[in-house]
């Protein structure tokens, strides 16, 4: 037989060569397999999408669109987490609004109102999913002016938020299971998102206000039924009181809405309801206890400490197994060798009982550590969120600040200034005062006020257990809440007028004021508590004028120094603001003097170019009153040469970092300081 050939197989032949699989992130999203998607996101959401960077643009659509469609509930979680992440992650305020930017480019608003109006099953999974959108549209709206507008202007999103979340998920129950934990935070997100976009918004509140006029659904009700309900997370609580408060203050503020509508909301009714269910809320929660506080700090550290041990002893026992495979040692070996070390170890016993420790085999230290910060966290954030929604309510009237609406201009366009200061003076000159003595009155006799200087008392007060630099996340909760205590009782200050008759009888205003000043030692290096601290010091001086004439020696150098040696730039404008409201009331040369030496030379060391544009304009308030300057100190001291010689430099400076607001005020300031040396020139 002849060998017999073979044919070689034309499979395949004369086909083109093969298209390389599409294995991109985008085609692992869109993947037809659950389990893929599900494993991309999830490694996404921990990995481009944390941080600072731009995820490209077809990645953040197909993240979206399994945002929107994903029918998995692990995959479609992910995805919303990514973009969570994508916006939560990053510290940088500017870099975060960029993300925001980006993702309202790709229509996310559309995505989670699409995905939040779905009937999904009321299961753990779906509730999870709702939660986490949620807190995507929290961090929108807290964002993007935009974003605020649009749901403001949509009934359809409004009813989704308000008779969609609000109301549904409002009967609470305590979280006995993973589901009610999970509707609770859908509630809390939502009461959050209703509470951010009510900041001054009459939009908002129109449309609420119109819709219980049409079909009678009672947004006012549905929030006092939250307020007091006592077994609601303490979040949600006080977010739909903070939402009651901006509801009574846009309804002072706009006569039209007021007018249109005191058939079903009027002021007065609105004011017993915040009298008699906003402020005993209030109360209850601003509140701090340093030996509470201390019993937190240390069951964190010592679960810290715990699962700390726990990840070393199962790096060594991962080192030891790995040594062993590279001994090759047999299985009876490695037996026989375990078995002589334990014979040979002494089992330990407690001291004092003399009892063998109780062996703590399978618990996870991990999972103590979590609950343990969770603990720390519900006691300090409702307190935060407390001081934030008082320190609003004791606000008397913000819109003559809102009113300054400035314009960029040349620096030597006179003309356009002084027409923009006709304009603004005119606006304010037509403005309505806040008529809200009688609900201050409630704010001062329910004890409020004392309560928050209990708290700033108490934050003064040294710990039992110390802080190591584990608890940076303790020590940055404490600051936070001191800035808060801060910005909280400035207001109070100045516009409870009958807390100030209340103190007259022991503690004055200046005694809260150095109370203050002794926080600033404690919150220099953290630049927003720092700003809101000496900001209400700032407001103290300024409109209570009675506490001048207190000021002595020792706060006049708090001021000074704080000045020259604050970390934060913003304190150090404030404290140039404070030298202008002490200097241009009755003083001495010496202080006069003293004062001036420390302006100049900000004007020439200080690195911000807003502080210094604070202290020039401080220079001018106080050498530009004739009544109470001295003219002397003023020629003495060379001010005038300073101010030439250091314009051009200040005119160079500003643009940079500055936003246009700050430009635009430095300009200002940069041509004032010009008319002022020509004034100061003509006198001489």
């Not at 129950?173 to 939502?190: G, Q, V, Y």
């Not at 309801?273 to 509470?292: H, K």
């Not at 999972?367 to 409702?382: R, Y």
Request: aromatic share 4%.
């Amino acid at each position: 037989m002849g060998k017999q050939s073979r044919k070689a197989s034309r499979k395949n032949k004369d086909k083109g060569p093969k298209e390389p699989l599409k294995t991109g992130p985008v085609s692992k999203i869109k993947s037809h397999d659950a389990k893929v998607r599900d494993a991309t996101l999830s490694a996404l959401s921990v990995t481009i999408f944390t941080g600072s960077g731009t995820v490209p643009t077809d990645i953040l659509k197909a993240v979206l669109e399994r945002a929107a469609i994903d029918t998995d509930p692990s995959a479609s979680c992910n995805a919303a987490g990514c973009i969570l992440n994508y916006i939560n992650s990053v510290e940088n305020d500017r870099i975060a609004k960029a993300h925001v930017n980006e993702l309202i480019q790709c229509d996310v608003l559309t995505v989670i109102l699409t995905r939040l109006k779905q009937n999904e099953d009321n299961n753990v999974c779906s509730w999870n999913l709702r939660g986490i959108l949620l807190d995507v549209l929290c961090a929108l709206v807290e964002h993007s002016s935009d974003i605020v507008d649009r749901i403001s202007s949509s009934a359809d999103a409004i009813n989704c938020l308000t008779t969609g979340y609000l109301e549904a998920s409002s009967t609470c129950t305590p979280a006995n299971d993973d589901a009610d934990a999970a509707r609770n935070n859908c509630l809390t997100a939502t009461s959050r998102v209703v509470h951010t976009m009510l900041d001054n918004n009459p939009i908002l509140l129109h449309q609420l206000l119109a819709n219980y006029q049409s079909n009678g659904n009672d947004f006012i009700k549905k929030l006092v039924a939250l307020v007091e309900n006592g077994v609601c997370p303490a979040k949600v609580r006080l977010h739909c009181a903070g939402s009651l408060i901006s509801i009574y203050q846009l309804l002072q503020f706009h006569a039209d809405l007021k007018k249109q509508y005191e058939a079903i909301l009027s002021v007065s009714d609105l004011e017993k309801v915040i009298a008699s269910t906003v402020l005993p809320i209030l109360c209850q929660y601003v509140d701090y206890r340093p030996d509470i506080a201390a019993a937190l700090i240390s069951r964190m550290q010592e679960a810290q400490t715990a699962a700390l041990s726990e990840e070393n002893d199962a790096k060594v026992e991962a080192e030891i197994q790995e040594m062993i495979k590279g001994k090759n040692e047999s299985a009876r070996a490695i037996a026989r060798r375990q078995k002589e070390m334990k014979d040979n170890v002494k089992e330990p016993t407690d001291e004092v009982t003399k009892t063998k420790p109780t062996a703590k085999y399978g618990t996870d230290f991990q999972q103590i550590l979590t609950k343990a910060i969770e603990a720390w966290e519900n006691a300090v954030h409702p307190l935060k969120l407390a001081l934030e929604v008082a320190t609003n309510l004791c606000t008397y009237d913000d819109q003559h600040q809102q009113n300054e609406d400035y314009t960029m201009w040349e620096s030597d366009d006179e003309e356009n200034m002084e027409q923009l200061a006709k304009d603004i003076n005119a606006k304010e000159a037509n403005l309505q005062p806040l008529q809200a003595a009688a609900l201050f009155d409630h704010v001062v006799s329910c004890g409020l006020p004392e309560r928050v200087r209990g708290v700033i008392q108490g934050l003064m007060q040294p710990l039992s257990v110390d802080l190591t630099d584990d608890n940076e996340v303790v020590q940055r909760d404490l600051i936070e809440v001191l800035g808060k205590c801060g910005a909280c009782i400035g207001n109070i200050a100045i516009n409870l007028s009958s807390w100030e008759k209340q103190l007259q009888g022991g503690n004055h205003l200046i005694e809260v004021w150095r109370t203050l000043g002794q926080c600033m030692s404690k919150v220099d290096l953290h630049g927003e508590a720092s700003a809101e601290v000496s900001g209400a010091m700032t407001a103290m001086l300024r409109y209570r004028t009675e506490l001048l004439g207190a000021v002595g020696q020792d706060e006049l150098t708090l001021i000074l120094n704080l000045l020259q040696k604050a970390n934060c730039a913003e304190a150090r404008q404030n404290a140039a603001s404070m030298l202008t409201s002490l200097c241009t009331s009755p003083h001495s040369k010496e202080v006069d003097s003293l004062v001036c030496q420390h302006l100049i030379s900000s004007i020439q060391n200080d690195p911000s170019v807003n502080v210094v544009g604070e202290v020039l304009c401080a220079i001018m308030d106080i050498y530009g009153n004739e009544e109470v300057c001295f003219g002397s100190v003023f020629n003495e001291q060379n001010v005038l040469q300073v101010l030439q010689a250091s314009l051009p430099t200040f005119r160079n400076r500003i643009g940079g970092d500055a936003n246009a607001f700050d430009a635009a005020v430095l300009k200002e300031t940069a041509l004032n300081v010009k008319r002022f040396i020509k004034y100061k020139q003509q006198q001489e």
